[in-house]
């Protein structure tokens, strides 16, 4: 009995370090576009593309948080477009490279 509820509590524990945390995730998100902007990796036009995308998953964020239960379908759809939102943003800084 003892080792069932050892397991189970560690299942739990386990379960909760996964958890996504999408606001972090923003906020370097966020910081990096900044950066690479002051640092000219970026151009106006990029970075306010990236800053409005950064707009839209915010306002998806709270619109999951909403009801105070996002489904897994939410949480998909905010990590997807946040992965998204990484690759653009590491696009648009090799785009000015010369080689």
Same mark, same amino acid.
């Given at each position: 009995?003892?080792?069932?509820?050892?397991?189970?509590?560690?299942?739990?524990?386990?379960?909760?370090?996964?958890?996504?945390?999408?606001?972090?995730?923003?906020?370097?998100?966020?910081?990096?576009?900044?950066?690479?902007?002051?640092?000219?990796?970026? *151009?106006?036009? %990029?970075?306010?593309?990236?800053?409005?995308?950064?707009?839209?998953? #915010?306002?998806? /964020?709270? $619109?999951? +948080?909403?009801?105070?239960?996002? *489904?897994?379908? %939410?949480?998909?759809?905010?990590?997807?477009?946040?992965?998204?939102? #990484?690759?653009? /943003?590491? $696009?648009? +800084?090799t785009n000015r490279?010369?080689?």
């Amino acid at each position: 009995m003892k080792s069932f509820l050892v397991a189970s509590v560690l299942m739990l524990s386990g379960a909760a370090v996964y958890a996504q945390d999408f606001e972090s995730d923003l906020k370097k998100m966020n910081e990096q576009i900044e950066s690479a902007y002051k640092d000219k990796k970026v *151009t106006m036009v %990029e970075y306010g593309k990236l800053m409005r995308e950064q707009d839209l998953i #915010k306002a998806a /964020l709270e $619109k999951a +948080k909403a009801d105070d239960v996002m *489904t897994s379908d %939410e949480k998909n759809r905010i990590n997807s477009r946040i992965i998204r939102s #990484k690759k653009r /943003l590491a $696009k648009y +800084k090799t785009n000015r490279e010369v080689y």
